[in-house]
């Protein structure tokens, strides 16, 4: 065992044993075929793709459903008609100038937290690994509250000229960016990653405290909403920029990820199999922490999606490690699901973050009790 | 291999010089630490916002009642407002510091803390949730709320991963951890956005501090950490056996389900008792682990009794610091414990002193 190895081996500590029961796997046939497409190979596998296509279909269900609900109530099919440009006018200007943003916004945070977290957790191979600690939550709650609670000149001019997200995101991706080469020493290590991760965000968190504490309990009220995360009044403006980030880290992310299975065998046998790991660990990484930040720029610190949802992914595709696009569809599920809870159902206007904590909570622990019965 | 268990073959034993060498370090390293914690007991009770000579000290720990004015207030302030800090410190400080050993165990997770069972957002949900149905104001009142909270999350956060046939998997153990200590957060978070009062309380509970406690508060709270400590012991020689593997303790004699629910029995004691009386200050329990790990190597035997002393060092100079930096106010010992703890923990990764559990 390598002194690098966090998930430690033993066959009792598969991911709750789900996905390794011998009666599956006995029907199925003895090699699963793999496809080979130029440079490009990899293992077929239907019950993954059909439950990723299915998530994905209820999530584009939910989405829809997420717009269409509201003051102005609009039908499921006039809603679809407007999506493909042949809705009525009121129609049209409800969705496409009101709701679709806040949704959009929904969509592009949960895919973006939900790759970032499974790309977190299969580099660092720990379950508990999230975006949450590389630094991106810390840095930009800090930044945001220190803004909030300090009633200077100074604090105000910076939210005045740039916005209090900007700013927040800029705090963000400065901590992430920190950590991350505090952590370089030729090259990047999961363990050392993550530990120095939550010693920052250990710090930023202190922080955060500190200022909340010594603060006008007016303006601690004020950080606090900001702290949990929310999609509330979201413009075009601000989704555009997160829906550009997220497309253009997603491709990097898909370029580079075919690398990237072997990594969980471990680095020398990554190695052995011709994975340049330390490059292609060191560019995924920095998608993530870039994917946790643009999802702080569009919703605030949203908090736990980014380690729910690779789990309940994981559980739900029957894959030993996380994947990347179940868990971005998961993750947009859990948003736009959580975001349509969060509006419809619930009496007074609590922030997403509340709701998709609260579900996605139980859901894990729903998914680790039903693998134990079974 | 990573596990190298000093001392654990019997024919190792008497005739190996490097062990024997070995033990001598780390008796050593261990009285070190007794030493520095008598040190620092001692400068905590002379330090505050009115700082004391030894002398003054003696006269207010053991001198009898007199009618000097100038005298009676340090017994006063000795006695009511240094001794019961500081034992408090030490007491919470062992406790957050086996805690966190253990929890790293029992998990075989680096990254565990001792917030891992659910145990800080279950105090902080039964401190808000106290607040905002009975209207509580003084925050001794929620000290047991806190500690009933800590203890019923940690209790059905391990009953949650021992049904059926887990029972008790580290990784269904620490992810049914995050699972409800997730939900538990929402609901902190839901309730003291509705409630002035709540969040008032709540973001002086998150700070973290072992000042103001009296000792009505401390003796109970110091029973459950003696109870948690001696369920601690009893799990040592288990761990260690535990951590090669399942298939390998049982066959080693191992009854891995009963030292699995000892072991996490004494962590939700010991943290929650902790967490109830200073607050959430989870960061503590995980440095002092890996810098126990590094000190002492991957024997829990001798692993467990760093962490907790090394934990109640670190926490007593940060109290005393947090005393003298903003004089005359204070700063919290959860923020300082952080900013000093944490710089110095993220050096030590980086020269790569620590392994993996």
Avoid at chain 2, 98 to 110: C, D, E, F, K, M
């Amino acid at each position: 065992m390598s002194g690098k190895d966090l998930r430690p081996s033993g066959p009792d500590i598969q991911p709750d044993g789900a996905e390794v029961r011998p009666n599956r796997q006995d029907t199925r046939p003895a090699m699963t075929p793999g496809v080979r497409l130029g440079t490009v190979s990899f293992v077929w596998r239907p019950w993954n793709v059909l439950i990723t296509v299915l998530l994905a279909a209820a999530a584009f269900l939910v989405f829809c459903l997420s717009i269409g609900i509201g003051d102005f109530p609009i039908g499921l099919d006039q809603v679809l008609a407007t999506l493909l440009g042949r809705g009525e006018q009121v129609d049209e200007f409800v969705i496409m100038d009101l709701r679709m943003p806040r949704a959009l916004a929904g969509l592009v945070v949960g895919i973006a937290l939900g790759v970032s977290g499974a790309i977190t957790q299969s580099v660092a191979r720990n379950p508990l690994a999230s975006p949450d600690i590389l630094g991106i939550t810390g840095g930009a709650s800090a930044v945001a509250v220190f803004l909030v609670t300090v009633s200077g000149g100074t604090a105000a001019a910076v939210v005045n000229a740039v916005g209090l997200s900007a700013a927040a995101l800029a705090g963000g991706l400065g901590t992430g960016l920190l950590v991350y080469f505090l952590a370089w020493r030729r090259g990047i290590d999961g363990f050392r990653l993550i530990l120095i991760g939550i010693s920052v965000s250990a710090v930023m968190e202190a922080i955060t405290t500190w200022l909340l504490a010594t603060a006008d309990i007016r303006d601690v009220a004020r950080a606090q909403a900001w702290l949990v995360g929310s999609l509330d009044g979201r413009s075009w403006d601000e989704v555009r920029v997160a829906i550009w980030g997220t497309l253009v880290l997603l491709v990097v992310v898909g370029g580079v990820s075919f690398q990237f299975k072997p990594l969980h065998l471990g680095d020398d046998v990554a190695a052995g199999l011709g994975v340049r790991y330390t490059r292609v660990r060191a560019v995924l990484l920095l998608c993530a922490v870039l994917l946790a930040g643009v999802a702080v720029s569009a919703a605030g610190p949203v908090p736990f999606v980014a380690l729910v949802a690779p789990q309940v992914a994981m559980r739900l595709v029957r894959c030993p490690t996380p994947p990347i696009v179940a868990s971005g569809v998961v993750g947009a599920l859990l948003l736009i699901g959580a975001d349509l809870v969060a509006r419809t159902a619930l009496p007074i206007g609590l922030p997403v973050g509340v709701v998709t904590a609260a579900i996605g909570g139980p859901f894990l622990v729903y998914l680790l009790v039903r693998a134990n019965l079974r | 291999m990573t596990y190298v268990h000093m001392g654990t073959t019997a024919l190792e034993r008497p005739t190996s010089r490097g062990t024997t060498q070995a033990r001598r370090r780390r008796v050593v390293g261990l009285s070190t630490l007794v030493v520095l914690l008598v040190i620092a007991g001692a400068v905590s009770l002379a330090v505050g916002a009115r700082a004391l000579s030894p002398a003054d000290v003696w006269h207010g720990l053991f001198a009898a009642p007199d009618s000097d004015q100038r005298l009676t207030e340090i017994r006063l302030i000795v006695q009511t407002v240094r001794v019961p800090r500081t034992v408090l410190a030490i007491v919470a400080g062992i406790a957050l510091g086996v805690g966190g050993a253990l929890i790293q165990g029992y998990t075989r997770n680096p990254i565990a803390d001792t917030g891992l069972l659910g145990v800080n957002t279950g105090a902080s949900f039964a401190v808000v949730a106290a607040i905002a149905l009975f209207g509580f104001d003084d925050p001794f009142q929620y000290v047991w709320f806190a500690f009933l909270g800590a203890a019923a999350a940690g209790v059905v956060v391990f009953g949650l991963a021992s049904i059926g046939r887990g029972a008790g998997n580290p990784l269904t153990l620490a992810l049914a951890g995050q699972g409800v200590a997730v939900f538990l957060a929402a609901m902190t978070t839901a309730v003291a956005l509705g409630d002035k009062e709540s969040l008032n309380a709540l973001r002086f509970w998150n700070a973290g501090s072992v000042a103001g406690v009296g000792f009505d508060v401390i003796w109970p709270v110091t029973g459950f950490i003696v109870v948690g400590l001696v369920l601690a012991v009893t799990t040592l020689p288990a761990i260690n056996l535990l951590n090669l593997g399942d298939d390998v303790a049982r066959g080693l004699g191992v009854n891995i389900a009963l030292s699995r629910t000892v072991g996490i029995a004494a962590i939700t004691l010991l943290a929650g008792a902790a967490t109830a009386a200073c607050g959430p200050i989870a960061f503590l329990g995980l440095m002092v682990a890996h810098v126990a790990r590094y000190l002492t190597g991957p024997d829990y035997r001798w692993l467990v009794p760093y962490a907790g002393l090394l934990g109640a060092v670190i926490l007593l100079a940060c109290d005393i610091v947090g005393r003298l930096v903003v004089r005359p106010s204070e700063l919290d010992v959860g923020v300082l414990v952080a900013l000093l703890g944490a710089p110095f923990f993220a050096v030590l990764v980086w020269r790569g002193k620590f392994k993996s559990a």
